[in-house]
């Protein structure tokens, strides 16, 4: 259907331009409705379910991650979530996926939830861990006599890991150690680490820029 057209003097049509519509101050306050909305869609779960960021502090995770360092938490699949609307809980995401030996977690401290750690995963559930004489020694099926942990990919070659500890985990338990041995408050301490404590497992640093990296 054609626009209608408005004859001038010289006979030539021009398109009459469509009216200016103003909106009320409802409709105003009705998109930005909309548009938080969609923000909490999009963005809410990736922030509960997805991705956290975190900051290092302290010097127990040195010379790997120092304090200050700005990290991208993967918890897709390692946090146990619970879901509440308006203090009224909905249902709970349990763990879907195990840690490796060696990967970096964050996680609540068991002594106090309020607080969160970042350490180095050593032994998984069900193993057997012993410190003595400066090393860690891993018992499990594939060892049934033991192995000597080899950690010379993530510290700094003749560092020992101090204290005597012969403990044993469960499957819902994992051991973890700090990479500043002589300066960590860490499995050796407060004992073993439950799994619906842990967040995440370190995914990114992207602070300092000169040391961003997928980890």
Not at 3 to 9: C, D, E, V, Y
Not at 78 to 98: M, P, W
Not at 141 to 158: F, Q, R, V
């Amino acid at each position: 259907m054609e626009k209608s057209k408005n004859i001038n003097k010289e006979g030539r049509g021009t398109a009459i331009e469509d009216e200016e519509v103003y909106y009320g101050v409802g409709s105003f306050l009705l998109e930005v409705v909309k548009v938080f909305v969609w923000a909490l869609v999009i963005i809410l779960p990736i922030r509960v379910f997805l991705f956290q960021p975190f900051f290092v502090q302290g010097a127990s995770m040195e010379p790997n991650f120092k304090d200050g360092d700005y990290l991208v938490i993967n918890e897709l699949g390692y946090k146990q979530t619970d879901v509440d609307v308006i203090g009224k809980h909905l249902f709970t995401v349990g763990t879907a996926k195990d840690l490796s030996r060696g990967e970096v977690v964050v996680f609540r401290y068991p002594r106090n939830p309020q607080q969160y750690f970042i350490k180095r995963i050593i032994g998984l559930p069900g193993e057997q861990i012993k410190i003595a004489d400066g090393k860690v020694k891993i018992f499990n099926k594939e060892n049934p006599d033991g192995m000597i942990l080899d950690e010379s990919g993530y510290l700094p070659k003749g560092l020992s890991t101090s204290g005597t500890m012969d403990i044993t985990l469960s499957d819902q338990q994992y051991f973890v150690l700090g990479d500043n041995r002589s300066n960590s408050s860490d499995s050796r301490v407060w004992g073993p680490l439950p799994k619906y404590d842990v967040i995440g497992k370190v995914l990114i640093r992207a602070w300092p820029f000169s040391k961003a990296e997928i980890l």
